[in-house]
Structures are given as C-alpha cells and as structure tokens.
C-alpha cells in the first residue's frame, strides 16, 4: 500500500471512530518536523537537553558496554529526526583510531533524514550512513541484513507515544529480525509533577498548539480537507491512572468539515476532541516489564543530574 493510500486509510477510521482520533506520525511532514525542532529548543520542553546531557556525560561508558573490544558496531535508530543527540553517541564510537561505524537513520521524514545525513557526512567523514526513508515496520526487513555487532536506539522517549503492549511487540519484531549480538539504548521520560508536564506540551509561545494543528493542515493540503484551525483548540491533558500526558484538538463548536479525497464529511460536537497523541511517563518497574515483554534484559540506567529523563541500555535475550 502507497504511503498516499495508508494516509488515506488511517485519516478516514480515525474521523469516523468514536472517539475520532489521529495516528501520531501525521505530525512529520516538512512543516511538522520543523515544528517539532522548535520544540525541542523551547524552555518548557526540558525532554531534548536532559537526554542530551546524559549522552554526553554517559556516551562513552555506554559505547564501551557496548562495543568491548570490537572496532565495529551498526547503529540502527528509530525515529531518527535530526540525530542531533545520536551524533554525540557517534563521535564516541568512533573515537578510536581504528573504529568503524554503519549509522542506519530510520524515520517517515525524507526531508529530516536528508539533512541529518549532510550534516553527519560533514561532521564525521569516517561514518557510513544508509538512512532509510520508511515505517519502523518496513524497515524491519531490511535490517535483517545488518551484521552484528548492532546498537539499536530508540530514544527522544518515542516509545512514550504507543501502549506498553505494541511498543513491547515493536521491540520483540526488532529482535527477532537482527539475530545475534543485538542492543538497546531505550529513552523514556520519568513521572514528575504533572504541572511540569503540562507545560513542556502547551508552551507559552504557542508552537506545539501549531504542531498539533498541524495534523489538520496536513490533511488539508495532501487529502483536500477544509478544516479550519482557527475552530479547533491545542489541549495537554495529565491522565494519571495511564500515567500520560495526551495531547487532542479540541472542535470549539458544532461543525461539518469535507475531506474531498476521501468524500468524507466529518462531523464534530461543541468541545469533541481528535486524541492526536499520547505521552506516557515511566517508572523503572514499567520499563524493566516492557523490555522483558520485547526480549531484551536491562543492563543500565543513565540519568540526567535532575533525574527527569533516563537512558536504558538492554541487551537482547
């Protein structure tokens, strides 16, 4: 199925299911991805520069765990974006002399990969770079093909945005595809006060309420919908018994919106919600069972100074 067909697909369940929602990767358009690298540099948004701060204070301790004393290691992300923390992770692989290294950037974005490429080419020109422009799950086949010793990573707390069940099922489809010496660099963001984490979801300057919207947007240039923004509203909600903050677009009164492509007339109430995406919050219990429940064994937990985020490396059973 064209990733034009999957679009369509999902957009049309998720508008006419009860309740309406839409799949998070519809926010990694062009526009989309660079609102969501706004993001990370915003003061609320403390996600990206505590997992920065453990990547370089940790780096080299996790390649060493890593690596022993081989002189290669494949690094495989998922969810890719920019890499800018990865490259920090990088740099350290390759620190020795002698050291080789494949970088594997997995993410639906071609324009994110494209310039993580560039820049990763300029900035170390002893890494090969294979980024691969596709769905975790598409890129499941062609990983099969990489040779170990591997470094899976999956951080920025991506695996926040899927229930424990499916992330646990992605990981545990990772490691049986990569048979052999496999590893896992696991982010997840830790529970805290959920007036701290509202904030680092609805921002004063108003960006992630534009990258929320943006799913709309979308929907309007590629499937010729007519939402108008302006009649929907960015909510951050705390839902403590899932231990999540979610994110929904709130329709601020009764309306009717056409999607052309799809012959589709959605319709809302005053104050219905589309549930745009969900950010869950760990504890190290919950990490520990859903790498088990993936096929991978905990090894150690990197901190950032205020323990707000954390960096798991797993080895696979």
């Not at 960015?234 to 492509?261: C, F, K, P, T, Y």
């Not at 219990?285 to 991978?296: D, I």
Request: charged share 25%.
């Amino acid at each position: 199925m064209s990733g034009e067909a999957t679009l369509a697909n999902d957009v049309r369940r998720g508008l006419t299911s009860n309740p309406k929602t839409l799949p998070p990767y519809l926010f990694y358009d062009e526009e989309g991805s660079r609102l969501y690298e706004r993001i990370t540099e915003l003061p609320e948004y403390y996600l990206t520069r505590a997992e920065r701060e453990i990547f370089l204070s940790h780096a080299p301790e996790i390649v060493a765990h890593v690596m022993g004393s081989d002189r290669q290691l494949n690094v495989i992300e998922l969810g890719a974006g920019s890499a800018t923390k990865t490259e920090i992770l990088l740099r350290a692989v390759l620190a020795p002399t002698a050291a080789r290294c494949l970088y594997l950037p997995v993410d639906v974005s071609p324009t994110a990969l494209a310039e993580a490429e560039h820049r990763l080419r300029a900035t170390l020109p002893r890494l090969s770079v294979r980024s691969l422009a596709m769905t975790h799950e598409e890129s499941l086949r062609v990983l099969a093909d990489v040779a170990p010793p591997r470094l899976v990573l999956f951080i920025g707390s991506s695996v926040g945005n899927i229930a424990d069940e499916e992330a646990s099922a992605l990981l545990r489809r990772t490691r049986e595809a990569l048979r052999g010496d496999t590893w896992l660099l696991l982010g997840t963001d830790l529970r805290k006060s959920p007036s701290a984490l509202r904030a680092a979801y609805d921002d004063a300057a108003g960006v992630t309420a534009a990258f929320n919207k943006n799913v709309l947007a979308r929907i309007n240039r590629e499937l010729g919908g007519h939402f108008d923004l302006d009649r929907f509203r960015h909510q951050a909600r705390w839902n403590e018994a899932a231990s999540r903050v979610e994110m929904h677009l709130e329709s601020v009164g009764a309306q009717e919106v056409s999607i052309d492509r799809l012959g589709l007339r959605a319709r809302f109430g005053a104050g219905e919600t589309i549930h745009t995406e969900s950010c869950s919050k760990y504890d190290l219990p919950r990490v520990e069972r859903l790498l088990a429940g993936g096929g991978f064994r905990l090894e150690a937990t990197y901190h950032d100074r205020e323990r707000r985020f954390a960096l798991h490396l797993a080895s696979g059973r």
